[in-house]
């Protein structure tokens, strides 16, 4: 059987943080061999509307979702991969949970402050339910990005996990752009130090067997894990976070939980986030594009 053409998700809705987004997808596109589809969802127009010809503002919208993505293919300026566009119908993040999923994506990119964000200053609903709920990594971009070569990587950690399923994906960006990785963790007590600085060197250690060169490691006290972790990036130029979270415990207290959900509204770097525990099994195989 061939085997089926790698697809990489990027949400579309107009807003400044999707267009760095798209450029962002290309570069995992570009480093996983994928093809790069550009995603726009159509929100239903509310049955309050339906006197006012609901169905011709629903074709209106997906004809403007269809040159908006148009636009946004035209406007790339990334590496060289295959685009294709995708619209679909149904509340967005249920949406694009479920195309990555019928597509078998292998990863969702999404900008973290889009229309639904917009002049909140905190991540939308739809950006924080599709990081709980994909069963694929997620990376969410704010509008402040700047650039997508990402050449040093903030991995924070602590007692409760490593970083086993970032491996694969550490190794598959290793070979394209040889970052260097820092794993940082941040800790409440004193009395914590030698254990966390034993286990960092242990985690260190696995990262560099997978075939990691440059792995550093930092630990920081404090009391607020997500700040901690965002003035770190911050005032070290880390281009990216990485973060693997698990359930209920380790970090997730930090996920969803406090954490998880505060570096992603704070952070001002685009952030990785993987659960998993929900990684699918992927024996399918996929081979032609969704039409629109």
């Known amino acids: 059987m061939e085997k089926r053409q790698k697809k990489i998700i990027v949400a579309i809705d107009g807003s400044p943080s999707s267009h760095k987004a798209m450029h962002v997808g290309g570069e995992?596109?570009?480093?996983?061999?994928?093809?790069?589809?550009?995603?726009?969802?159509?929100?239903p127009?509310?049955?309050?509307?339906e006197f006012f010809a609901e169905d011709e503002l629903n074709e209106k919208r997906r004809v403007w979702g269809i040159r908006m993505l148009e636009a946004a293919k035209k406007a790339y300026e990334g590496p060289e991969v295959n685009i294709s566009e995708m619209i679909v119908t149904g509340k967005p993040y249920k949406s694009i949970v479920e195309a990555s999923e019928e597509i078998l994506a292998e990863m969702i990119v999404i900008g973290s402050w889009g229309k639904h964000?917009?002049?909140?200053?905190?991540?939308?609903?739809?950006?924080q339910k599709i990081v709980r709920t994909a069963r694929v990594p997620v990376v969410t971009v704010p509008e402040f990005a700047d650039g997508t070569q990402f050449s040093k990587v903030l991995l924070p950690v602590d007692l409760e996990f490593g970083a086993i399923e970032l491996q694969r994906y550490l190794y598959e960006y290793h070979k394209v752009y040889n970052p260097v990785?820092?794993?940082?963790?941040?800790?409440?007590?004193?009395?914590?130090?030698?254990?966390?600085?034993?286990?960092?060197?242990?985690?260190?250690?696995?990262?560099?067997?997978?075939?990691?060169?440059?792995?550093?490691?930092?630990?920081?006290?404090?009391?607020?894990?997500a700040r901690e972790v965002v003035k770190y990036s911050e005032e070290n130029g880390h281009d990216i976070i990485w973060m693997e979270t698990h359930g209920r415990k380790g970090?997730?207290?930090?996920?969803?939980?406090?954490?998880?959900?505060?570096?992603?509204?704070?952070s001002r770097i685009p952030v990785l986030s993987l659960h998993p525990e929900r990684e699918q099994n992927r024996t399918q195989y996929y081979h032609s594009n969704l039409p629109i």
Do not use: C
């Open 45 to 49: 127009v509310p049955n309050l509307f």
């Open 251 to 266: 970090l997730a207290g930090w996920f969803f939980g406090s954490v998880t959900g505060e570096i992603l509204n704070i």
């Open 28 to 43: 995992f596109a570009a480093i996983h061999n994928a093809e790069l589809i550009l995603l726009h969802v159509v929100e």
């Open 181 to 225: 990785v820092e794993m940082l963790a941040v800790v409440r007590r004193e009395a914590d130090l030698e254990e966390t600085k034993s286990y960092l060197n242990k985690q260190k250690s696995l990262l560099k067997k997978a075939g990691i060169k440059d792995v550093l490691t930092k630990i920081v006290m404090g009391t607020d894990p």
């Open 117 to 127: 964000a917009e002049g909140s200053g905190m991540v939308g609903t739809n950006v």
